[in-house]
């Protein structure tokens, strides 16, 4: 919950050290932080709860909603419970969302510029969007 209430008062940097290791030299700390940056508006005046919490093989399991004047939202985290990670964020729906969006957005901008017709525009932005999303999820995955 402290990545969410960071990334709402815009204490990106202190967001990004709650994430594991390998999370950040996969990612790259520039790409997640306008990953979080751009999430910062959406958490604007949201209340956070722990709806759920449950231990896994890959790390605790938190489910938190976040609710305010536009209903809410639910985002899941994977927390890592030992090693030298303990406490760090291993995966979450938060910066995945984040991260497809603004690939999205940057390749809409990109190929508009360039004159490239609608429909082609929102199949590459999409398939940018999938893939960035990908590649967070395969980099949990190859520590599980």
């Known amino acids: 919950m402290r990545v969410m209430t960071y990334v709402q008062a815009g204490e990106i940097p202190a967001a990004l050290r709650l994430y594991g290791i390998r999370v950040r030299t996969g ?4 790409d997640m ?9 959406s958490l604007s ?8 919490s449950t231990s896994t093989p890959q790390g605790r399991v938190v489910v938190i909603t976040a609710d305010g004047t536009d209903g809410h939202a639910n985002y899941v985290f ?10 760090r964020v291993q995966h979450d729906s938060l910066l ?3 991260l497809g969006e603004l690939a999205a957005i940057r390749v809409r901008r ?16 999409q398939a ?5 999303v990908r590649r967070y999820n395969q980099i949990f995955s190859a520590r599980s």
């Open 27 to 30: 990612l790259g700390d520039d």
């Open 33 to 41: 932080f306008n990953a979080l940056t751009y999430r910062r508006s």
């Open 45 to 52: 005046g949201q209340r956070f709860h722990v709806r759920d």
């Open 78 to 87: 994977v927390v890592a419970e030992a090693g030298g990670s303990r406490g």
């Open 96 to 98: 995945a969302d984040a």
């Open 110 to 125: 990109e190929l508009a510029s360039r004159g490239v017709a609608e429909p082609r525009r929102e199949a590459r932005a």
């Open 128 to 132: 940018a969007s999938s893939s960035v």
